[in-house]
Every structure is written in structure tokens, then in C-alpha cells.
């Protein structure tokens, strides 16, 4: 299982720091296998989300088992369907309904174990649920 | 040949974030369906926010319990995570 690529994370926000930020956190959690690209802001660096900057997210991240991409909130979700509708990538591509942070904490777990796009996905929506207390 | 297996370990330091994640990732590679126990609560160890919301610290019994064909190697594989993992923190 270690041999194969793993599924790629992509983090879409508002806020570069925050896509950063929580990038670095899952990251660190995850034990560094997955690749977890950072879609934060607007192209000039203003808060706000940019369907080239996540499009370039999404080609980095695909390492040929797919990627998983999570938004923050309201128009990431309305970038990332645009990009998914105007644009066909490699590998599967699915968007997330799930808690940013813990969801990317989660997805970024799964995938460094070796699971699928579906597995991924799957964790990240799970995390819906899990009580922090 | 689908079996069981338990075995406990202390902590030798609180079950942060980071050790929650290895436990996760080594967890999900056996087959076995794999639980943490510490005190009343249990968790899937294959889940890295139900290991964390474990809120387990320093001085507390954990418990690794699987079930399944490779309950004996998760056993041995999670007990030496929590065993190396825990002292560092993070």
C-alpha cells in the first residue's frame, strides 16, 4: 500500500493563511505522505477565493489516485463546482461537505493510510459528527 | 482465522494530536476493526478525531482491542505506536 500514490487534499478558503494554516496543521497530523495544496484568496491576495488558484491546487495535489477537496465556506463551494463544471482533470475529484479543519485533519489521515477518493471523502464528511469534548 | 486481542499500555504522555494521527494511520492499514478504550470511553482507532476526542493523558490506562484476522498484529502495531508516540507530545 505504501508504494501507491496517495489521494491528494485540496484546502479552498477565504483566507490564504487559513488554507495555509490548516494545511500545516493536517500536515503535521497526517505525518507528511499526502500532498495538501493551499487555495486561499482571491489572485491578488485579497480574501476571496480564485478558480485559478484552485485549479492549480487540484493539479498539484493529484499524484494519480485523485484528490479530495474541502471549502470553507458560501462562494468556495461556488468556485470550486464552476472549476469542476468547466473542467475535466486525470483523476477523480470530489468536494466535500464536512467541517474544514477537522475535516481536513481527517481526509488527510485516510489518505496517508492509503485509502481512495471514496474512503477520503467519506472521513471528511464523518467528521461532521465527532465530538471535540 | 478471525480472532481477538487486547492488550494495555499507561501513557507516558498525553494523547495529543500528532501520536492521535499515527495511531490513525497505523490503525487503518489491518483489516481488523480496532477500538481504544480509556476509562468509560472507547473510540475507533481508525478515527483521528474519536482518538482525540479520547482526551487521554499522562498516567492513564489505554486499552487496544481488535477484532478480526489481524486483530494480534494491530495489537502489537498500536501498542508500540502509543508506546513511542506519546512521550514526544505535539
Known amino acids: 500500500m505504501s508504494d501507491e500514490a496517495r489521494v491528494g487534499i485540496v484546502l479552498?478558503?477565504?483566507?490564504?493563511?487559513?488554507?495555509?494554516?490548516?494545511?500545516?496543521?493536517?500536515?503535521?497530523?497526517?505525518?507528511?505522505?499526502?500532498?495538501?495544496?493551499?487555495?486561499?484568496?482571491?489572485?491578488?491576495?485579497?480574501?476571496?477565493?480564485?478558480?485559478a488558484r484552485v485549479r492549480r491546487a487540484v493539479q498539484?495535489?493529484?499524484?494519480?489516485?485523485?484528490v479530495v477537496i474541502l471549502p470553507d465556506l458560501g462562494s468556495s463551494v461556488l468556485t470550486v463546482r464552476a472549476?469542476?463544471?468547466?473542467?475535466?482533470?486525470?483523476?477523480?475529484?470530489?468536494?466535500?461537505?464536512?467541517?474544514?479543519?477537522?475535516?481536513?485533519?481527517?481526509?488527510t489521515v485516510t489518505a496517508a493510510a492509503g485509502g481512495d477518493v471514496k474512503a477520503v471523502l467519506q472521513a471528511a464528511e464523518e467528521a461532521r459528527h465527532a465530538r471535540k469534548l | 482465522m478471525p480472532g481477538s486481542c487486547e492488550a494495555a499500555i499507561t501513557l507516558t504522555g498525553d494523547l495529543h494530536a500528532r501520536p492521535a494521527g499515527s495511531?490513525?494511520?497505523?490503525?487503518?492499514?489491518?483489516?481488523?476493526?480496532?477500538?481504544?478504550?480509556?476509562?468509560?470511553?472507547?473510540?475507533?482507532?481508525?478515527?483521528?478525531?474519536a482518538v482525540m476526542g479520547l482526551g487521554a493523558t499522562r498516567g492513564q490506562q489505554i486499552t487496544v482491542r481488535a477484532a478480526g484476522p489481524d486483530a494480534a498484529e494491530a495489537v502489537t502495531a498500536l501498542i508500540g505506536v502509543l508506546a513511542e508516540a506519546t512521550p514526544v507530545g505535539g
Open chain 1, 60 to 66: 498539484y495535489a493529484d499524484a494519480g489516485a485523485g
Open chain 2, 23 to 49: 495511531l490513525a494511520v497505523m490503525a487503518a492499514k489491518f483489516q481488523s476493526v480496532v477500538e481504544l478504550t480509556v476509562g468509560v470511553h472507547t473510540a475507533d482507532a481508525k478515527s483521528v478525531l
Open chain 1, 12 to 51: 479552498v478558503s477565504h483566507s490564504a493563511a487559513l488554507a495555509q494554516g490548516t494545511a500545516e496543521v493536517a500536515g503535521q497530523i497526517g505525518g507528511g505522505s499526502v500532498v495538501i495544496a493551499a487555495a486561499g484568496g482571491t489572485d491578488d491576495g485579497g480574501i476571496g477565493t480564485s478558480i
Open chain 1, 83 to 107: 472549476l469542476l463544471a468547466e473542467e475535466e482533470f486525470d483523476g477523480p475529484v470530489a468536494l466535500a461537505d464536512a467541517p474544514f479543519v477537522e475535516g481536513a485533519v481527517a481526509a
